[in-house]
């Protein structure tokens, strides 16, 4: 593999851009995006900004103390690049250690996506666990995304310039962590990720906005590994790769402008639908968020004998005679 980007360039000093999920109040309750973005080639505006702003507008209701545990989404249709999205904000419960909001997305006037986002007062734990971080490559180390878009379309002869700069002027970048040879085909992926510019001055509510924008970066398209479709050798055909739902639980504080390590697997692709699981770790090795997603994954298999495809769970579960109730 080449060498990377290097420490020395990996500086993020430049300023933030908070257009991506800058909102207008226009009622109570009720706010309007102001910025909207419809990715090349896609059916529909960008899911992730969706649910950054659909975030934000719901924690605009919630008094400081509280800050967001988790958000359960779905994507009811495809909201276009033309048109706002209005969200409309529903104080469902108010509680000493959490609370909940129901949002509900319109574009012109038709609903296009809802979420429940619960937010929690902070409170101490004695009992604490989590998986460890994975031993990856540093972000200085690994080639950028769009460099990693651009070996892809060359495998295929494709190479598409212009999707290339659409994604280098996002507010988010990451860098494409590679899989050792054995381990392709495996469904597993993994990158860093970290907002552009500086977000010190920032409350945590917009870092939280900030990671929920990029968590829909890369999930479900983990579904697609096992069948190699950025090789031109594949057997496999893709027709639709559509996100159906997405749910993010936030763990701990973090910063979105410092690197974070997204770890990505699906355990499952069939009927139509794939899933995809992932795990955010900060530079530390602490947990911050998880997630996961469902999709329309639909696609034909042009080899001469269909089979389903089966991986070895890493996990080691103890025999029948050493297990005890």
Not at 89 to 97: H, I, L, P, Y
Not at 220 to 228: M, Y
Not at 299 to 323: I, K, M, Q, Y
Request: net charge neutral.
């Amino acid at each position: 593999m080449s060498a990377g980007i290097g420490a020395e360039d990996d500086a993020n000093t430049q300023p933030f851009n908070e257009r991506t999920l800058e909102l207008e109040e226009i009622g109570p309750d009720t706010y309007l995006s102001v910025d909207l973005w419809q990715p090349k080639g896609n059916r529909g505006v960008f899911g992730g900004q969706v649910i950054g702003q659909a975030l934000s507008a719901a924690g605009k209701t919630v008094p400081s103390p509280f800050r967001c545990n988790s958000l359960h989404c779905y994507f009811l249709a495809a909201g276009k690049g033309t048109d706002m999205i209005a969200y409309e904000v529903r104080r469902v419960r108010e509680g000493a250690s959490y609370c909940t909001r129901l949002v509900v997305a319109k574009q012109t006037g038709r609903v296009i996506f809802i979420a429940t986002v619960s937010f929690q007062r902070a409170e101490a734990s004695a009992l604490v666990h989590q998986y460890q971080m994975p031993q990856v490559p540093a972000p200085d180390q690994v080639i950028s995304r769009e460099e990693h878009m651009r070996r892809q379309q060359r495998r295929l002869d494709a190479v598409d310039e212009d999707k290339i700069a659409e994604f280098s002027v996002l507010p988010v970048e990451s860098r494409a962590i590679p899989v050792a040879r054995d381990q392709r085909g495996l469904p597993i992926n993994a990158i860093w990720l970290r907002a552009k510019g500086d977000m010190s001055v920032l409350g945590h509510l917009h870092h939280q906005c900030m990671l929920a924008y990029a968590s829909d970066f890369a999930l479900i398209s983990t579904a697609l590994r096992p069948f190699e479709v950025d090789r031109r050798e594949s057997r496999y055909k893709v027709s639709m790769l559509v996100s159906l739902d997405h749910t993010i639980w936030f763990h701990e504080p973090f910063r979105a402008d410092e690197w974070l390590l997204y770890v990505m697997e699906s355990p499952r692709v069939a009927s139509g639908r794939g899933l995809a699981v992932g795990r955010i770790y900060n530079r530390d090795g602490v947990l911050v968020a998880s997630t996961a997603q469902e999709g329309v994954v639909r696609g034909t298999d042009e080899g001469p004998d269909h089979r389903t495809l089966e991986f070895r769970n890493s996990v080691a579960f103890a025999g029948r005679s050493e297990a005890k109730l």
